[in-house]
């Protein structure tokens, strides 16, 4: 009888916002099986910790200094694809700026809390999406820009 050994999944958060990284940092790290092994307040800065620390998935947010998301999300996917969840106050569902994500290649798409939502359901929700996105095998191959089949 083989025993395994369960590993927790490990999550990167890119926020400009120091608040929304300490309060996503503190909430996730309260589920079972989830363990933020880092944060970054930008593009760049996430670019080096992708690669030290290997997460398995990336919360990231749509309006940062230096690079907005969308823009790193698609050079993300080219060199180094992995499950990204957006998470952002400008994604409302259906959105423009939620499809050019999904478009990007985040596997979800989801709004930040706000006065409607509180913060412990909105961190119980990212949790349960993160431990989707950590199932998920992204190859760069599925990162190509999709092409339609009409003339």
């Known amino acids: 009888m083989a025993i395994t ?7 990167l958060i890119v926020d400009d916002s120091a608040i929304v990284r300490k309060v996503l940092s503190r909430q996730l790290n309260q ?11 930008d593009p760049y800065v996430a670019r080096d910790k992708i690669v ?3 997460p398995d998935v990336l919360t990231l947010d ?6 907005d998301g969308i ?3 698609r050079k993300l996917m080219k060199s180094h694809p992995m499950p990204v969840i957006v998470l952002s106050s400008l994604t409302p569902k259906g959105g423009k700026t939620a499809m050019e994500a999904l478009a990007a290649g985040a596997v979800e798409v989801m709004s930040k809390p706000g006065p409607a939502y509180s913060v412990g359901d909105a961190c119980n929700a990212l949790a349960e999406k993160i431990k989707t996105a950590s199932r998920i095998r992204i190859n760069k191959r599925a990162t ?3 092409q339609s089949n009409t003339p």
Do not use: D, N, S, Y
Not at 5 to 11: C, D, G, P
Not at 31 to 41: D, K, M, N, S, Y
Not at 62 to 67: I, S
């Open 31 to 41: 589920h079972r099986g989830i363990e933020v092994i880092g944060t970054a307040p």
């Open 62 to 67: 749509v309006e940062m200094p230096r690079m």
């Open 5 to 11: 050994l369960k590993t927790k999944i490990k999550v």
């Open 144 to 146: 190509v820009q999709h």
């Open 52 to 54: 030290a620390l290997e």
């Open 71 to 73: 823009t790193f999300l």
